[in-house]
């Protein structure tokens, strides 16, 4: 389980970072149809349903990141 900010922040950038790397080397059809950012949105929220991480201990890091980086996300995605 990860209980503090750059553990939490790393598994997410690793797992992007997994998916990029699998899409480029792979020639999977679900990457034609399913973006690999609804799947790491998808993978994020299955892994912390499954209890990879502490919510309580993260909170602090996930608020940082959502109120700084929420907004140029959600520009880049439009």
Do not use: R
Request: hydrophobic share 55%.
């Amino acid at each position: 389980m990860i209980t503090n900010g750059f553990s939490y922040i790393a598994a997410l950038l690793l797992f992007a970072g997994f998916l990029v790397i699998l899409e480029k080397q792979t020639n999977w059809k679900v990457f034609k149809y399913v973006p690999p950012v609804v799947i790491l949105y998808l993978g994020t929220m299955l892994l912390c349903t499954a209890g990879a991480w502490n919510l309580q201990d993260t909170k602090p890091v996930y608020s940082a990141m959502k109120n700084n980086l929420l907004y140029a996300m959600v520009f880049l995605m439009l």
